[in-house]
T-cell receptor, first 112, second 113 residues
Framework: QQQVKQSPQSLIVQKGGISIINCAYE??????FPWYQQFPGKGPALLIA?????SEKKEGRFTISFNKSAKQFSLHIMDSQPGDSATYFC???????????FGKGTRLSVIA | DSGVTQTPKHLITATGQRVTLRCSPR?????VYWYQQSLDQGLQFLIQ???????AKGNILERFSAQQFPDLHSELNLSSLELGDSALYFC????????????FGPGTRLTVL
């Protein structure tokens, strides 16, 4: 049973465009929703995170949109750059010091 | 640099062998998590320790075990290794009991031949 479903598996975006990655979750006990960025040969790096009491959080070019009723959240990367080419993972947890459940990942390629 | 360190970076061993992976959390972080990343299963939670005590268990095989020492570093022991155990093993640490932010180390790539 996949608790966090992520789409698409891969994404190609033109430089300057908007990259959108979507995730859906099933467990209503989840209380914390982070996004991680992973480059080849590196560990996942925390990019941005949101809690369900807000519907949107923006940090620089990265925005999380959260829809509690639909149990969905998405990552938007504005003005995508070739340096953003990486694998992105959404995740969820019950908050506090609890384990993360990850989506399967999206491989983003930003082409010039 | 997340502040989480893992050794070794690469490990190549044979089936049936036993290996130990080491993780040092960020300074002040009491929680350590172990995750396995493979192509088919993605990132999967294995086990969590908090201040020396086991806190949560995920999809960890009985051949695998872990512990957290008084200085808060953690070790993941993998025994009777099989080809399918080849994967990236990540350690993450967190501090806040409220926010739940986890910071990942660079990982150990295990290859079982």
């Amino acid at each position: 049973q996949q608790q966090v479903k992520q789409s698409p598996q891969s994404l190609i975006v033109q430089k300057g465009g908007i990259s959108i990655i979507n995730c859906a979750y099933e467990n209503t006990a989840f209380d914390y929703f982070p996004w991680y960025q992973q480059f080849p040969g590196k560990g996942p790096a925390l990019l941005i995170a949101i809690r369900p009491d807000v519907s949107e959080k923006k940090e620089g070019r990265f925005t999380i949109s959260f829809n509690k009723s639909a149990k969905q959240f998405s990552l938007h990367i504005m003005d995508s750059q070739p340096g953003d080419s990486a694998t992105y993972f959404c995740a969820a947890s019950k908050g506090g010091n609890t384990p993360l459940v990850f989506g399967k990942g999206t491989r983003l390629s930003v082409i010039a | 640099d997340s502040g989480v360190t893992q050794t070794p970076k690469h490990l190549i061993t044979a089936t049936g062998q036993r290996v130990t992976l080491r993780c040092s959390p960020r300074s002040g972080d009491l929680s350590v998590y172990w995750y396995q990343q493979s192509l088919d299963q993605g990132l999967q939670f294995l086990i969590q320790y908090y201040n020396g005590e086991e806190r949560a268990k995920g999809n960890i095989l009985e051949r695998f075990s872990a512990q957290q020492f008084p200085d808060l570093h953690s070790e993941l022991n993998l025994s009777s290794l099989e080809l399918g155990d080849s994967a990236l093993y990540f350690c993450a640490s967190s501090r806040s009991p409220v926010l739940g932010e986890q910071f990942f180390g660079p990982g150990t790539r295990l290859t079982v031949l």
